[in-house]
């Protein structure tokens, strides 16, 4: 059971432009085509719980690219587009409910996904792993991923992998906060 | 002939929390006593251009780990401790003007250090090399490495050194701004 955060950002750790643009990344050159991963990632788990920016951001490229259920966390929106019906719902309520009803109905590794809610979770303590790829780019402006969420939170290395000349991937485990290291 | 970051952040970007404490790096196990590279790379560069409240920092812990000349800009420092006459000095100018001042003397190697230092050079495009090793911890608050400079960047990766399992060491190099890949 763990609940995932798997995301690529800048070298000064924004997810994307101001704007929302990811060209920079999606630009990447990739000439074996590859998804770096993202069909293994997406096997692994049950389910995502999405921000609200970011589902709207995914519904722009008319393209849905989940093969599990969406959980879109929003105190707002009323209803999903039709087509989505049995792709994604509407969730409400703390990070903390949300993964306890999830984890009821079975839906047991969770992708978390979106800026706000990765910050929301994490700073409850709920994510457990991170896989953060990293493009060797600097912005020097944007949506960033961690800004000062306000409360530290200790990890280990699990994994590092080099995908090309552009972009590394890192795997962290959440540290368990009784160990005898990295004490601050 | 290049100019060279080499610095170590937590996984949210901070060199140091807001007071400048480092706890959090200093105190990762180190059971076999690495330097981690410092002293393989401090034998690479000719001398080190270090920012004032970097240098405020290291008289601090009363201990001198340079064994090149170290140049300490400042524009209102008016002397260094004796103590140091032959190791340091303080140099003032524009980044340009002060690498090619250094370049003249045979320094062609250069450490670049300091938050400030280092964004500054950045934004004038005089980095060539970034060594930047990640601790796997988010502090949530503290002194950031890259903030937003504000001016894109690209870098490409060159290689990947897992130092141990809370340390990442990943070394970028300038991205030639005329190659085809990376575009924006």
Do not use: H
């Amino acid at each position: 059971m763990a609940n995932i955060i798997y995301i690529a950002c800048s070298i000064d750790g924004f997810i994307a432009r101001e704007d929302g643009d990811i060209d920079w990344l999606v630009n990447i050159p990739n000439k074996s085509n590859s998804d770096y991963g993202f069909e293994e990632f997406m096997n692994r788990i049950d389910g995502i719980i999405m921000g609200r920016k970011t589902f709207e951001k995914v519904l722009e490229i008319n393209f849905w690219p989940y093969t599990k259920p969406v959980f879109v966390l929003s105190g707002t929106l009323k209803k999903l587009p039709e087509e989505l019906e049995k792709k994604a719902e509407i969730v409400s309520g703390s990070p903390e409910d949300i993964i306890k009803r999830l984890n009821a109905k079975g839906i047991k590794n969770i992708y978390i996904d979106g800026g706000t809610t990765i910050r929301n979770f994490l700073k409850e303590g709920l994510i457990d792993e991170m896989i953060i790829t990293t493009a060797s780019i600097i912005l020097g402006a944007g949506i960033p991923l961690f800004a000062g969420i306000g409360t530290e939170k200790k990890f280990a290395i699990e994994k590092t992998e080099q995908l090309n000349e552009y972009l590394v991937k890192i795997y962290y485990k959440k540290k368990d906060e009784n160990a005898d290291t990295l004490e601050s």
